[in-house]
């Protein structure tokens, strides 16, 4: 199998864009801008004021050539700064990203996966949720959706009301479905609706979703889920608690943040709380 001579060179920030096009010119196909070893990127969260923290002062900057340049040329583009080959396989890209996904086993009744997972032995237990890894979030994967689903699947009651506030994929109120539960989904994104939307008809759910203002949803909910950051649900809080009749179940919050929702919530049963990974996720129940 082919190979690719990769190459990492760190630089200080002004330097990598000229050194970026003089590699391209010596016969790099690919270009990456990464971090050094041990630095923690910081990027402006939705409730941070002021400006945005200024990235690292030092970047690796890393090339792939098919064919190695002369030592020579590549010494005098990147003019004495630190550097690395490595030789690595080539790959598929277009197939190789499906292994990053896993199906996600939250129960024996409840399971999430990627369209081209194959899942032996369920037989006789409920059909996995489908979910096709695109543009809206919601995978399963990440600890915020792990733990909504793992409370969905304690909570869940066939014939009983689910929604989803803020869907992404789809994916909370798709596992409500698939346990029995009569579902529906908002979000403010467009996009994300008509991914859920389409998950729902992967999946042979009668699931509906739409971008209707949580103030507008009409009727009682025996279970309101949210993953979502704690400064959203804060806000959304009164809207939020008038929807319930059961139980709600929140996610996406920072540890640190914990105690905006808590605020919001004030005078509900807190029920479960399940921290790990620097997030936060409450199970309230309505008294």
Known sequence: ???WHALAVTLPRPR??????????LGATGLLEDVPAGTTLRFKQPWDKGRAPRPPATVVLRAWFRDRPDDGALAATIAGAAHAWSEEPDQD???GWKEHFRPVHVSDRLVVAAPWHTLEG????????????GNA??????RTTRSCLAAIDRLAVPGARCLDVGCGSGILALAAARLGMQAYGVDT????VTAAQTAARLNGLDVPFDT?????????WDLVVANLYAEVIAALGPALRQRARGHLVFAGILADRAHLVEAAMAGLVLESRDDGEGWT???YRVP
Do not use: C, Q, Y
Not at 189 to 192: G, H, I, K, T
Not at 212 to 220: F, I, Q, S
């Open 1 to 3: 199998m082919p190979t």
């Open 16 to 25: 990598v864009a000229p050194v970026g096009k003089a590699l391209l010119a």
């Open 189 to 192: 994104d467009p996009e994300a």
């Open 137 to 142: 979030f919601g995978t399963g994967e990440h």
């Open 122 to 133: 369920r037989e006789g237990l409920p059909a996995p949720v489908i979910i096709e890894p």
């Open 281 to 283: 996720s409450l199970v």
């Open 93 to 95: 890209w277009n197939e």
């Open 212 to 220: 209707t203002p949580l103030e507008r949803v009409e009727g009682a």
